[in-house]
T-cell receptor, first 110, second 114 residues
Framework: AQRVTQPEKLLSVFKGAPVELKCNYSYSGSPELFWYVQYSRQRLQLLLRHISRESIKGFTADLNKGETSFHLKKPFAQEEDSAMYYCALITQGGSEKLVFGKGTKLTVNP | DVKVTQSSRYLVKRTGEKVFLECVQDMDHENMFWYRQDPGLGLRLIYFSYDVKMKEKGDIPEGYSVSREKKERFSLILESASTNQTSMYLC?????????????FGEGSRLTVL
C-alpha cells in the first residue's frame, strides 16, 4: 500500500530553534514526494517537491530511500512558519493522485 | 495565477438535506479533486475527475457523488447529508502537461450538518 505517515500531530518550538517535521512513506519503486503548507485562513499550497532539491522559505527536505523518509527541516524557525504541514506522495498505477499524510501543526513561539 | 473558487465558504444544513458544493477553476485543468479535511485525519480523497464526464472514486466516496459537465466546474453532492459529514471540503485542480505534483486548492467550504 502507498502510504504517508506523519507521526507528530503537533510540534511546538521557540523562534530561532531548529525544526524538523517528520514524514515516512511506504512505496515500492521511486517515489515522488512533496510538502504542502496551510497558513491560518489561507488555502493549502505547495511548499516544495523533492525532485527540485530546492530551499523554500528556508525549508529543505531530503529524500532518504534507506529510511523511507522525507523530513522537512529549517535551521532557525520563525513565527510566520506556524502552520499546518502535510507530506504527500504521487501514487503509482492508473490515475496519478496525491496521497497525503495526516498533517503536523507547527507552532513557533516567540 | 491559477484560481480555484469554491462558491460557498460556510454552509449550515440539516440532516437529510441535499447539499451541493461547487468548484470552478480558470486554468483549463483536466483533473479536479474533492478532498475532505478533518483534524487528525488529514486530507482524504472523496472523488476525482480526470476529464469532463469522467470520474473515479477516491478513498471515502460513500455518501457522496460528483458531477463534471463542464471542464471548469466540478460539483460535490451530498444526497442526504448526515452529521458525520460535517467537515471542511477542499477542491483542487491540476493540469496534465508536465505534471509536477502541484495541486491548486480552493479556499475550502466548511459544512456543518445539524
Amino acid at each position: 500500500a502507498q502510504r504517508v505517515t506523519q507521526p507528530e500531530k503537533l510540534l511546538s518550538v521557540f523562534k530561532g530553534a531548529p525544526v524538523e517535521l517528520k514524514c515516512n512513506y511506504s512505496y515500492s519503486g521511486s517515489p515522488e514526494l512533496f510538502w504542502y503548507v496551510q497558513y491560518s485562513r489561507q488555502r493549502l499550497q505547495l511548499l516544495l517537491r523533492h525532485i527540485s532539491r530546492e530551499s523554500i522559505k528556508g525549508f529543505t527536505a531530503d529524500l532518504n530511500k534507506g529510511e523511507t523518509s522525507f523530513h522537512l527541516k529549517k535551521p532557525f524557525a520563525q513565527e510566520e512558519d506556524s502552520a499546518m504541514y502535510y507530506c504527500a506522495l504521487i501514487t503509482q498505477g492508473g490515475s496519478e493522485k496525491l496521497v497525503f499524510g495526516k498533517g503536523t501543526k507547527l507552532t513557533v513561539n516567540p | 495565477d491559477v484560481k480555484v473558487t469554491q462558491s460557498s465558504r460556510y454552509l449550515v444544513k440539516r440532516t437529510g438535506e441535499k447539499v451541493f458544493l461547487e468548484c470552478v477553476q480558470d486554468m483549463d485543468h483536466e483533473n479536479m479533486f474533492w478532498y475532505r479535511q478533518d483534524p487528525g485525519l488529514g486530507l482524504r480523497l472523496i472523488y476525482f475527475s480526470y476529464d469532463v464526464k469522467m470520474k473515479e472514486k477516491g478513498d471515502i466516496p460513500e455518501g457522496y457523488s460528483v458531477s463534471r459537465e463542464k471542464k471548469e466546474r466540478f460539483s460535490l453532492i451530498l444526497e442526504s447529508a448526515s452529521t458525520n459529514q460535517t467537515s471542511m471540503y477542499l477542491c483542487a485542480s491540476r493540469g496534465l502537461a508536465g505534471f509536477t505534483g502541484e495541486l491548486f486548492f480552493g479556499e475550502g467550504s466548511r459544512l456543518t450538518v445539524l
